[in-house]
RNA sequence: GGGCCCGUGGCCUAGCAUGGAUAGGGCGCCGGCCUUCUAAGCCGGAGGUCCGGGGUUCAAAUCCCCGCGGGCCCGCCA
């Protein structure tokens, strides 16, 4: 259902026609494509550039505008035919569109809802998180690009799974497992497990590191006292000084966190007795290899990181279809595979002294192109494994990729991820297909998204300097809650808290979800916890407007309604937006742009502010004209709840 | 050094893929609007070298080239 569709597609029908009959040919599609609304409704409802076609056929813009009027006597709806300097605008009468529009709205149950022609088996692979400490704000903007392009994929019909891939067989992992064994003792019961696991993550890591700086100060020292270091040295040390400085900054801040796990941590680190790399790269491969000891031991760390990770993602309503631990497919064959053949591979090298694949011959202007690949400079070669024999994320990501495609026989795979790993994406893509995987290559999408930063604070996990999105979505709460009981003291304590929380999330979706995912997002915690404005809370308390007055004015009298009181502006450009909502989803799924469906139902909610603040509805006297004013609400809080739930919003009828 | 991304009123941003008509919002600021369907709203106002310079074109915020500024990447990390 796409009446905005329909009328583009009967215009674009004649002046095909009419371009066709002057010998040009071109694709009816093209030229719906070309069909846009002008600058302001005087000038028509809808209009095309006539100029391009013009010149082809070496005519001026205005005569073939002029000329073309004449193929669309029997358009339906047709009110007006302007041709202003080569452009040929379309006016139609209201009564028309509010028909087409209402009757739209009124015959489907989930208007909105656009399936494409062709129905594709998607997955989409985002968040992935390392399983090593609690979801920050950066994950946040992947789960939540992530689970908006799921929703809006499966809107158009097509068959998409979520899944979820857990990087369990890093080195990140080891060094959390080694702490874990370390200190002996479970997460405390008064603390989310991740985050307690993302503690005990930054304090071995940072422990040693300190460890290991000491060493090398007090190497420096001796020598610094006889005054041998050179000047470079001297650089060095004072570097050491300044990083002493930052790591004892953020032991001080896990101290304060959690007093007893640092000291704890810190005694059982100062006893050990062997070292702890050894220990942690002994973990790391045995786990590799599938020992039983390390596969227990690592799986109940990484399963406890998980559960936490788990809640913080449902409280937000991201689920996923399938969770995959990259050891399974270590410990299956798959991984070996993909080494083996690139082993055998013509684009196998040895760099460095270690197994590679050297991609950048295959990546030829053509391959580039194909393949989407933005990378203009050299692209290095792709280390297969670690001379140690362990093997490498990329690599693993490549059998990962064929798995994902094999697993549900995928027409498309998404994977959202940060634009800091674009190279490496674009090195499994050659990769793939250079060892053959043509097809996984050229359906692998990598949704790339900038970085989330903080204004002041450089974000780390490995420094427990993380902003997580448990805290945010509590600090909107706190925000959202404090708004509620303000307004609505009328309501029960569980209603007030059910609306906060809907508008926390909410709040956090849509800030995350409907801007530019390539700019980066300078975290303004202000902004996002600014409930006017065009905001998710905004949008919400439009839809609850709406709700309400359709609540309070009964059964809309459909039979009653006078289209032709479809006249004033107000009423016009809404039902236009209505009209185009369906077409406008439709297109942000297929662009994979979240932001497009964000800024269109923020536009629908500021024109129904408007017309609300300018007009009575339940008091109209007229009978037609207030029937066809709750029909125009209803279409509106029909497409605006759609929307919403396309970010993953729940739509509520008071707020 | 090389590559990629971003640059739009004081601040945040839409539009850029596929060039098209008057660059659309929000925050903040100034002035108004609650006896009437929820004022998280609405109305009015001030505020713009679309980073700069060239080029292509009938037409450039949009495409190309050269710069500038910011971010990211160029690891036997992920």
């Not at 208007?111 to 979801?135: C, D, F, M, Q, R």
């Not at 450089?458 to 979505?473: E, P």
């Not at 609400?633 to 709840?641: D, E, P």
């Given at each position: 259902m796409n009446p905005y569709s329909s009328i583009v597609e009967e215009l674009s029908l004649r002046i095909h026609r009419s371009l066709s009959l002057r010998g040009l040919t071109i694709e009816l599609s093209e030229l719906m494509s070309e069909v846009v609304e002008p600058p302001s409704r005087e000038m028509g409802d809808l209009g095309i550039a006539l100029h391009k076609y013009a010149k082809r056929l070496s005519l001026e813009p205005a005569q073939l505008a002029e000329e073309t009027?004449?193929?669309?006597?029997?358009?339906?709806?047709?009110?007006g035919v302007k041709a202003i300097s080569g452009y040929l605008n379309v006016t139609y009468s209201p009564e028309y569109i509010a028909k087409v529009t209402i009757s739209s709205v009124r015959s489907?149950?989930?208007?909105?809802?656009v399936p494409s022609e062709k129905t594709l088996k998607v997955i989409i692979e985002h968040t992935?998180?390392?399983?090593?400490h609690p979801l920050h704000i950066g994950h946040g903007r992947n789960a939540l690009l992530g689970d908006t392009l799921y929703r809006l994929l499966s809107n158009r019909g097509h068959l998409v799974q979520r899944r979820f891939y857990i990087?369990?067989?890093?080195?990140q992992v080891a060094l959390l497992t080694f702490g874990y064994k370390l200190i002996n003792r479970r997460p405390?019961?008064?603390?989310?497990p991740d985050e307690w696991l993302g503690r005990l993550y930054a304090l071995v890591n940072l422990l040693i590191e300190l460890r290991d700086i000491r060493n090398e100060l007090n190497k420096l020292r001796s020598r610094l006292e006889s005054r041998e270091l050179s000047e470079l040295e001297e650089e060095k040390h004072r570097e050491l000084l300044k990083k002493v400085d930052e790591v004892t900054a953020s032991l001080g801040k896990l101290w304060e966190a959690d007093k007893e796990l640092f000291d704890e941590v810190s005694r059982a680190l100062m006893e050990y007795e062997g070292d702890p790399e050894e220990e942690i790269l002994r973990i790391m491969s045995s786990y590799e290899r599938g020992e039983e000891w390390a596969k227990s031991l690592v799986r109940e760390v990484v399963d406890r990181a998980l559960a936490g990770i788990r809640e913080t993602l449902s409280k937000l309503g991201v689920e996923f279809d399938k969770w995959d631990y990259e050891s399974d497919l270590v410990w299956s064959s798959l991984v070996n595979e993909v080494v083996s053949k690139a082993l055998s591979s013509p684009l196998y090298i040895r760099h460095k002294g270690v197994d590679a694949l050297d991609v950048q011959r295959i990546a030829s202007q053509q391959v580039l192109k194909k393949l989407n690949i933005d990378i203009g400079g050299e692209i290095p070669p792709l280390i297969i494994r670690r001379s140690d024999g362990t093997i490498l994320y990329t690599t693993k990501d490549i059998a990962y990729s064929i798995y994902k495609f094999a697993d549900s026989n995928a027409d498309l795979v998404i994977n959202v991820i940060g634009a800091e790993q674009k190279l490496p994406q674009a090195q499994l893509r050659l990769a793939l297909l250079a060892l053959g995987y043509v097809r996984e290559a050229e359906n692998l999408v990598t949704y790339i998204y900038e970085m989330v930063t903080i204004p002041g604070l450089k974000m780390s996990s490995r420094r427990y300097q993380i902003v997580t999105l448990d805290w945010l979505l509590e600090e909107l709460y706190r925000r959202a809650r404090d708004e509620v009981d303000r307004r609505r003291q009328d309501l029960s304590e569980s209603d007030r808290a059910k609306i906060a929380w809907t508008i926390a999330i909410a709040a956090a979706r849509f800030s995350m979800a409907s801007?530019?995912?390539?700019k980066p997002l300078n975290f303004n915690l202000n902004k996002v916890l600014?409930?006017?404005?065009?905001s998710a809370p905004y949008i919400l308390y439009t839809h609850a407007r709406a709700s309400n007055i359709l609540k309070k004015a009964g059964d809309i009298e459909w039979d009653l309604i006078?289209?032709?009181?479809?006249?004033?502006e107000v009423i016009k450009e809404l039902i236009w937006l209505v009209m185009k909502y369906p077409q406008v989803v439709a297109e942000a799924a297929d662009k994979l742009s979240p932001e497009v469906l964000g800024n269109y139902i923020v536009r629908m909610a500021d024109c129904f502010n408007k017309w609300y603040e300018s007009e009575r509805i339940i008091d109209e006297e007229d009978k037609p004209y207030r029937a066809l004013k709750l029909a125009i609400v209803f279409g509106v809080k029909k497409s605006i709840a759609h929307g919403l739930t396309m970010f993953g919003v729940t739509p509520l009828d008071t707020i």
């Amino acid at each position: 259902m796409n009446p905005y569709s329909s009328i583009v597609e009967e215009l674009s029908l004649r002046i095909h026609r009419s371009l066709s009959l002057r010998g040009l040919t071109i694709e009816l599609s093209e030229l719906m494509s070309e069909v846009v609304e002008p600058p302001s409704r005087e000038m028509g409802d809808l209009g095309i550039a006539l100029h391009k076609y013009a010149k082809r056929l070496s005519l001026e813009p205005a005569q073939l505008a002029e000329e073309t009027k004449g193929f669309l006597n029997d358009l339906p709806g047709l009110l007006g035919v302007k041709a202003i300097s080569g452009y040929l605008n379309v006016t139609y009468s209201p009564e028309y569109i509010a028909k087409v529009t209402i009757s739209s709205v009124r015959s489907v149950k989930n208007y909105g809802y656009v399936p494409s022609e062709k129905t594709l088996k998607v997955i989409i692979e985002h968040t992935s998180a390392n399983p090593i400490h609690p979801l920050h704000i950066g994950h946040g903007r992947n789960a939540l690009l992530g689970d908006t392009l799921y929703r809006l994929l499966s809107n158009r019909g097509h068959l998409v799974q979520r899944r979820f891939y857990i990087n369990d067989t890093g080195r990140q992992v080891a060094l959390l497992t080694f702490g874990y064994k370390l200190i002996n003792r479970r997460p405390s019961e008064n603390v989310k497990p991740d985050e307690w696991l993302g503690r005990l993550y930054a304090l071995v890591n940072l422990l040693i590191e300190l460890r290991d700086i000491r060493n090398e100060l007090n190497k420096l020292r001796s020598r610094l006292e006889s005054r041998e270091l050179s000047e470079l040295e001297e650089e060095k040390h004072r570097e050491l000084l300044k990083k002493v400085d930052e790591v004892t900054a953020s032991l001080g801040k896990l101290w304060e966190a959690d007093k007893e796990l640092f000291d704890e941590v810190s005694r059982a680190l100062m006893e050990y007795e062997g070292d702890p790399e050894e220990e942690i790269l002994r973990i790391m491969s045995s786990y590799e290899r599938g020992e039983e000891w390390a596969k227990s031991l690592v799986r109940e760390v990484v399963d406890r990181a998980l559960a936490g990770i788990r809640e913080t993602l449902s409280k937000l309503g991201v689920e996923f279809d399938k969770w995959d631990y990259e050891s399974d497919l270590v410990w299956s064959s798959l991984v070996n595979e993909v080494v083996s053949k690139a082993l055998s591979s013509p684009l196998y090298i040895r760099h460095k002294g270690v197994d590679a694949l050297d991609v950048q011959r295959i990546a030829s202007q053509q391959v580039l192109k194909k393949l989407n690949i933005d990378i203009g400079g050299e692209i290095p070669p792709l280390i297969i494994r670690r001379s140690d024999g362990t093997i490498l994320y990329t690599t693993k990501d490549i059998a990962y990729s064929i798995y994902k495609f094999a697993d549900s026989n995928a027409d498309l795979v998404i994977n959202v991820i940060g634009a800091e790993q674009k190279l490496p994406q674009a090195q499994l893509r050659l990769a793939l297909l250079a060892l053959g995987y043509v097809r996984e290559a050229e359906n692998l999408v990598t949704y790339i998204y900038e970085m989330v930063t903080i204004p002041g604070l450089k974000m780390s996990s490995r420094r427990y300097q993380i902003v997580t999105l448990d805290w945010l979505l509590e600090e909107l709460y706190r925000r959202a809650r404090d708004e509620v009981d303000r307004r609505r003291q009328d309501l029960s304590e569980s209603d007030r808290a059910k609306i906060a929380w809907t508008i926390a999330i909410a709040a956090a979706r849509f800030s995350m979800a409907s801007y530019d995912p390539l700019k980066p997002l300078n975290f303004n915690l202000n902004k996002v916890l600014d409930l006017s404005g065009n905001s998710a809370p905004y949008i919400l308390y439009t839809h609850a407007r709406a709700s309400n007055i359709l609540k309070k004015a009964g059964d809309i009298e459909w039979d009653l309604i006078d289209y032709s009181y479809a006249r004033n502006e107000v009423i016009k450009e809404l039902i236009w937006l209505v009209m185009k909502y369906p077409q406008v989803v439709a297109e942000a799924a297929d662009k994979l742009s979240p932001e497009v469906l964000g800024n269109y139902i923020v536009r629908m909610a500021d024109c129904f502010n408007k017309w609300y603040e300018s007009e009575r509805i339940i008091d109209e006297e007229d009978k037609p004209y207030r029937a066809l004013k709750l029909a125009i609400v209803f279409g509106v809080k029909k497409s605006i709840a759609h929307g919403l739930t396309m970010f993953g919003v729940t739509p509520l009828d008071t707020i």
